[in-house]
């Protein structure tokens, strides 16, 4: 017997199992291209779209908060006392960070502050080190501070993409998650954060992975009863630096 | 356990569900909860009904080009380095990962949940390999696994019949020694999982959409386990039914919102990943990436009048408002997919002769047609299974069968039909009937039949076991008669005939 | 006067059998409301009890028989006293779409049926039938009127405008009554445990009656009330309409501020 594995990325399997299910379906194969999906209406565009920024701002505070996540304003002048102060007050001693350049760290005035946190033991997320050494510190880590691109007014969401410097495994392993969003991201709504990133890859973004995160992960699995804190973080805050 | 969940008959589940006061209550609970949740916000995403008729549209479109959109697809995951197997059946599916995971020596075998995964079996089968472990890491389905592999009761609320002390005494035998709050319950399993997931080899997901024109897997979860599963296993599967399929993230996006609003009336799931093969430089995620498109019998469905079933983004909710579901419970079905949802699909995938009670285990009222996010008219398709039961395989020869046969004759001809308005009141003689107007008012005014002879078939009994009929009314006192004397008679305005006339 | 609406009834099985009430106040409303009645004889049944079970070739002829009988009379419209039957009735065009002659019957079958209440409301534009009832009342709204039918407003309308009329809603009125047709006799420990469901609902309300616009629904939810010893008064809405009327009172939508409020309410389930 042939191994089931040889199958896989091989043309018969593929063929076959196409060509069955459109006899099935009693529909000849390749008739998309003639008929590409043209959406009935426009609702995803027209989400929020009579919303002035300011009010764009507040629900997505107001949504943020819905979801349990923490939302902090702040200027990128007062950035790094601010993450001083909220590890000091969380009692942080396991801090990770991303391995941003200088000049991403730089934006938020947060060069000097990423060197010296004042917490106990600084990790950064790395691909200098293994992929083991990382998880590891991320699975340490009492907080990670990384970075958004786009928060999200109609659900509370930020989004974060998988890079060499803040990977998978910083998002989701520590016990606390803090995203640094420019106000600058603010978007209507999920639709428009998709835009953005397929702008961005049709201009050489390349990344694994796009999550849209929206608080602190949760379950209702027992009695559907609503516990905050399950397999990722605990805690969820988003960091909207005012004039960035 | 594959589809079925199962072997005992339909009404000896019923019948146990009944007994079951928690679950029943608990089922309740949960329906009245969500019920105010999906609601509100379905209301506050506003035009509810065109978000429909596009996720409707979505969903259609794709079943149509189905084929087109798999390659595409396809194409786009083996350009990541990635790798596809389509899969027939269950046993191909289940087999081809279970040599995956012999190739890979695979030692901690981690999964999130995932329906088509239970469908095709795939714990058992992993659990066979000598030397792999194998973890749950969804809060529910760990806790089925923790109590010996318990059925799942709900799409989306799998533990829906089990109760916080129940959870408490179970993980106390993997040393819980806290209380019943959930809260703490919860944060067990976070410590007890993390353990095993930082040693996960190998991970298992679903697919809640594929996304055909880059080639990415879209997973809604809150617990973000399925993340978790999808960055620290260096191989990773994943398993989609092959209709989880859209042409691009803008689609994945409007169904992400709706299947969210619908199923737990958030707003978006706590996590909403597109994500895929790890790409040079990152550090995690899986540098093996396999998916496996599995049929499994959904292809029966394609280009039947139950192709509709397929839409389905598992949202749960035509379950969360079935007054069915609400007595049974998940377990009653007996399938793995319960609710409106699986008295449609269970016939499809594990045919009707095991599945034949379920399309008749519905009042057909409509609620999940209403309440269905992609639009899939289920009362209807649940009333087609019974005409291909009846009128296609003839499945039925009980006395039900007959009765309704006869039925089906006396209504189709005025004259059956006028005797029997003559001779119903008479004929109910024959049955004990009390004579004195009934005590509600106004349904009793001819008395009530309050006892039949054993001997008369199940039909009747079922009703009149447990409620009153009124007597039918004497001819002289119907409500033709009545009209027929209620003032002067006018000549009707007669159609000529046009055609047709079947009684002529 | 000669135009009044003709209304060709379609009385339903149920009322020809159990409930001559039913119809008898359907039809005294209607005259009242200036329509003229017309009721065809050969009609039978609207093929539920069948066609619902599985029997789709068995209830053609049915079908057939109700589509001559209600359009043998030249009728402006046909009106019945059931949302579910007249849905079927509805159902008709889509089942019989292949059939030469009964298909564009079927389909001018539809165009004229309407349920009663909704007739009342939606047709002759009517708010309030000039009834009056002394009593607090709930209402079981019925699955079929409501959703296959789409009217989930019109008879609460008009319930509301009768003169001395409380009404108390009901918890989880969107759950079925446990009627669904043979299911009541094919399930009856699911539809049992449902109707008790909706019984305890109702007996919560302490109203004294309990109206509905179904009376299959009425029939399944009396027939448990009575044998349970539950027994607060029931009545069709057509009863309710033909209570104490006042003709004086009859009161027309465009005579009033009120809008008129869409069939589906707000349209989120
Ligand atoms: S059938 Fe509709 S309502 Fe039911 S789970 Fe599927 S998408 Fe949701």
Redesign the interface.
């Known amino acids: 017997m042939t191994s089931l594995l040889d199958q896989a990325n091989n043309k018969d399997n593929r063929e076959q199992f196409l060509n069955r299910i459109a006899k099935a379906a009693g529909r000849p194969r390749h008739a998309l291209k003639d008929h590409p999906f043209k959406p009935l209406n426009t609702l995803p565009d027209d989400l929020l779209a009579d919303k002035s920024p300011e009010e764009l701002l507040n629900i997505a505070i107001k949504n943020s908060e819905s979801v349990n996540a923490q939302v902090v304003l702040k200027p990128a002048a007062q950035l790094a006392d601010f993450l001083t102060a909220y590890a000091k007050q969380e009692n942080i001693s396991h801090l990770l960070l991303p391995n941003n350049t200088p000049e991403e760290w730089e934006k938020y005035g947060l060069m000097e502050w990423s060197k010296n946190p004042g917490v106990e033991n600084v990790a950064v997320w790395s691909d200098k080190l293994s992929r083991q050494e990382n998880e590891e510190n991320a699975n340490q880590a009492d907080l990670a501070v990384g970075m958004g691109d786009y928060l999200i007014a109609a659900t509370g969401t930020v989004t974060v993409i998988n890079r060499s410097a803040q990977g998978r495994g910083f998002d989701y392993l520590p016990t606390r998650l803090l995203l640094i969003v420019p106000k600058s991201g603010l978007v209507k709504s999920t639709r428009e954060a998709v835009n953005k990133y397929n702008e961005q890859t049709a201009n050489g973004l390349s990344t694994s992975t796009f999550n849209f995160i929206s608080g602190p992960s949760n379950s209702g699995d027992i009695e559907m009863e609503l516990v905050v804190g399950v397999h990722g973080p605990v805690e969820c805050t988003y960091l909207i630096v005012e004039d960035r | 356990m594959g589809i079925s969940t199962s072997d005992k008959p339909f009404?000896t589940r019923?019948?146990e569900d009944?007994a079951d006061h928690f679950m029943r209550a608990?089922v309740a609970?949960?329906q009245?909860?969500?019920?105010i949740k999906r609601?509100q916000a379905?209301?506050e995403?506003g035009?509810?009904?065109?978000?429909r008729?596009?996720a409707e549209?979505?969903r259609q479109?794709v079943?149509?080009?189905?084929?087109?959109?798999?390659?595409e697809f396809?194409d786009n995951v083996?350009k990541?380095d990635g790798?596809?197997?389509?899969a027939?059946d269950e046993d191909?599916a289940h087999?081809?990962i279970k040599?995956?995971a012999i190739?890979k020596k695979a030692k901690n075998i981690v999964k999130s949940k995932s329906m088509v995964t239970t469908e095709i079996d795939l714990d058992k089968t992993l659990l066979s390999i000598p030397g792999a472990n194998l973890l749950e890491?969804?809060?529910?389905e760990f806790?089925l696994q923790e109590d010996n592999w318990d059925e799942p009761t709900h799409i989306v609320?799998?533990?829906?019949h089990?109760?916080?002390d129940q959870?408490q005494r179970e993980f106390q035998k993997l040393g819980y020694d806290g209380d019943d709050d959930?809260?703490h319950?919860?944060?067990f399993?976070?410590g007890y999982?993390?353990k095993y997931?930082?040693k996960a080899d190998f991970g298992i997901t679903g697919c809640n959409f594929a996304i055909a024109d880059?080639g990415?897997i879209n997973l809604d979860t809150?617990?973000?386990?399925a993340?978790?599963t999808?960055?620290?296993p260096k191989t990773q599967v994943v398993v989609m039914g092959?209709e989880r399929i859209v042409?691009s993230?803008?689609?994945a996006?409007?169904l992400?919102?709706m299947l969210a609003r619908s199923a737990?009336g958030?707003?978006?799931?706590?996590?909403?990943?597109?994500?895929?093969?790890?790409?040079?430089?990152?550090?995690?995620?899986p540098d093996d990436f396999?998916v496996v498109?599995v049929?499994d019998g959904r292809?029966?469905a394609?280009?039947t009048e139950f192709?509709p079933i397929l839409q389905c983004i598992r949202c749960g909710a035509c379950m969360n408002?079935c007054?069915?579901y609400?007595?049974?419970g998940g377990k009653g079905y007996g399938s793995i997919y319960p609710g409106p949802l699986g008295e449609v699909l269970s016939p499809i995938l594990g045919g009707y002769e095991k599945f034949k009670d379920l399309?008749?285990?519905?009042?057909?009222?409509?609620?999940c047609?209403?309440?269905c996010p992609v639009k899939i008219p289920l009362q209807h398709l649940i009333?087609e299974?019974?005409?291909?039961?009846?009128?296609g395989k003839h499945m039925?020869h009980s006395m039900?069968n007959l009765i309704?046969?006869m039925?089906?004759k006396?209504?189709?001809?005025?004259f059956l039909?006028g005797s029997?308005?003559k001779m119903?009141h008479p004929a109910s003689n024959m049955f004990s009937q009390t004579e004195q107007p009934?005590?509600?008012?106004?349904?009793?005014?001819e008395g009530?039949i309050?006892y039949v002879p054993k001997i008369v078939p199940?039909?009747?009994?079922?009703?009149i076991?447990?409620?009153?009929?009124?007597r039918?009314?004497k001819a002289k006192?119907?409500?033709?008669h009545?009209?027929k004397d209620?003032?002067p008679e006018?000549m009707?305005?007669?159609?000529k005939k046009?055609?047709?006339?079947?009684?002529? | 006067m000669d135009n009044q609406p003709r209304v060709c009834i379609f009385s339903s099985c149920l009322v020809d059998l159990l409930f001559p009430n039913v119809g008898k106040a359907m039809v005294q409303v209607l005259e009242r409301l200036g329509c003229k009645t017309f009721l065809p004889k050969k009609q039978v049944c609207c093929g539920q009890p069948t066609y619902n079970s599985g029997y789709s070739k068995g209830s053609l002829k049915t079908f057939k028989n109700e589509i001559d009988a209600l359009l043998s009379i030249d009728a402006d419209y046909i009106v019945g006293p059931t949302g579910s039957c007249v849905f079927m009735i509805k159902e008709y065009a889509g089942i019989l779409a292949d059939d030469p002659v009964y298909g564009p019957r079927a389909k001018k079958l539809a165009d004229k049926i309407c349920e009663f209440s909704q007739f009342i409301y939606r047709v002759l534009g009517i708010i309030d039938c000039g009834a009056e009832l002394d009593a607090t009342i709930t209402v079981h709204r019925s699955c079929h009127m409501t959703r296959l039918l789409g009217e989930r407003t019109a008879p609460f309308v008009l319930l509301d405008h009768v003169k001395g009329i409380k009404r108390v809603p009901l918890h989880n009125v969107q759950l079925c009554c446990g009627f669904g047709g043979t299911f009541s006799a094919k399930e009856p420990e699911l539809s049992t445990a449902m109707v008790q469901d909706k019984v305890k609902n109702i007996m919560d309300t302490k109203a004294d009656i309990l109206v509905g616009m179904e009376t299959s629904c009425l029939m399944n939810i009396a027939g448990y009330m009575n044998r349970h010893g539950d027994h607060i008064k029931v009545m069709h809405i057509a009863e309710v309409l033909n209570h104490d009327v006042d003709p004086s009172r009859i009161k027309y939508i465009k005579d009033t501020n009120e809008p008129v409020v869409p069939a589906n309410g707000e349209g989120v389930f």
């Open positions: 009404i019923v019948k009944e608990a609970k949960a009245d909860a969500q019920f609601t379905r209301r995403l035009n509810w009904n065109e978000w008729d596009l549209q979505i479109h079943l149509k080009y189905l084929p087109d959109y798999l390659e396809a083996e990541q790798h596809v197997f389509f027939k191909e087999n081809f040599e995956l190739a890491s969804d809060l529910a806790i609320f799998p533990t829906l089990k109760n916080r959870i959930p809260q319950e919860a944060r399993v976070r999982l993390r997931f930082m880059n990415m809150n617990e973000g386990n993340d978790i999808m960055a620290i092959m042409p993230m803008k689609e996006e409007v992400d919102n737990v958030q707003k978006l799931t706590t996590y909403c990943t597109f994500t895929g093969r790890k790409k040079g430089g990152e550090v995690d995620g396999w498109i049929d292809s029966k394609l280009g192709e408002v007054p069915v609400r007595q049974v399309p008749y285990a519905c009042s057909l009222c409509a609620a047609t209403e309440t009333r299974h019974r005409i291909v039961e009846m009128d039925d039900t309704l046969k039925v089906g006396g209504t189709q001809s005025p039909f029997a308005m119903a009934g005590a509600v008012e106004g349904m009793y005014d009530k309050d199940k039909l009747i009994h079922g009703w076991d447990t409620r009153d009929v009124p039918p009314v006192e119907n409500f033709r009545w009209f209620h003032k006018e009707a305005p007669v159609v046009e055609g047709g006339h079947a009684n002529d």
